[in-house]
């Protein structure tokens, strides 16, 4: 198994934005901090949406993903994230995490990168006794019943000298509420084979401190901070996360 990258060096960001669109300009900022070489090494952050949202991925169609009735009878808000991938839909008991690296050297390929961050993630996860593996390009499955499926989801930004990688870990969410606002999607990994939201989805059911302490764990993130620029979050939020441009492109 090869080792994380951030071995030794990772900071764990204790800090938690009040909104959705706050949590995702953070990542980006970080990304640009990273990108900038204002950071020493890498950062590792969790957090959790309160309420029910859909994220969209950057280049995602809003209604190719998503069922914007369904949507908007359940009062769920419609963001788009600044990485790739698909729509997710977030809310308590889905524990979103994220790690931002340095590159100064180099940015590694595509799927060293996926390596790199899945398979610590996935160490992690098996020492706390569930039985996960890799599946599609960037997902992990749970093996139950025989079949594999998917507690998380992952996407990444990738700039010349840093890495955004962040994404889900399915814990305690309403996995109903998935099938009901998100359409089934544009594309999907072979090992899902036409399954519906409910029949491809599980839950971990670590509870969140123990899922914030395997993310921690896998990433070796032993530095705490809690020092987060909130003007620049405020302002990327309001010249970019709360536009109805930004969010409806497509």
Not at 185 to 190: K, L
Request: charged share 25%; hydrophobic share 45%; with cysteine.
């Amino acid at each position: 198994m090869r080792q994380s990258a951030t071995a030794a060096t990772a900071a764990w960001l204790e800090a938690e934005p009040a909104s959705v669109a706050e949590n995702l300009a953070l990542d980006e900022v970080l990304l640009e901090a990273a990108h900038a070489g204002r950071l020493a090494g890498p950062v590792v952050r969790t957090w959790m949406a309160a309420e029910p949202t859909v994220v969209l991925g950057s280049s995602s169609r809003v209604h190719d993903e998503v069922d914007v009735a369904a949507c908007a009878a359940a009062g769920a808000e419609i963001l788009r994230r600044p990485s790739g991938g698909l729509t997710v839909l977030l809310g308590p008991g889905c524990l979103m995490w994220s790690v931002i690296t340095p590159h100064p050297d180099a940015v590694p390929p595509i799927e060293l990168l996926h390596a790199t961050m899945l398979e610590p993630l996935v160490a992690a996860l098996q020492a706390a006794d569930r039985a996960v593996e890799r599946r599609g390009s960037s997902d992990i499955a749970l093996l139950t019943a025989g079949q594999a499926r998917k507690v998380s989801g992952n996407a990444l930004r990738v700039r010349r000298a840093a890495v955004l990688y962040h994404g889900t870990l399915l814990d305690a969410f309403d996995l109903d509420a998935i099938g009901r606002i998100l359409r089934h999607p544009p594309r999907e990994p072979d090992y899902r084979g036409r399954r519906a939201h409910g029949d491809f989805l599980a839950n971990l059911g670590l509870g969140r401190v123990t899922l914030e302490q395997v993310v921690r764990s896998a990433f070796r993130a032993d530095r705490v901070t809690t020092a987060w620029p909130r003007d620049r979050v405020a302002a990327l939020v309001a010249d970019r996360y709360a536009k109805a441009e930004w969010t409806h492109r497509w």
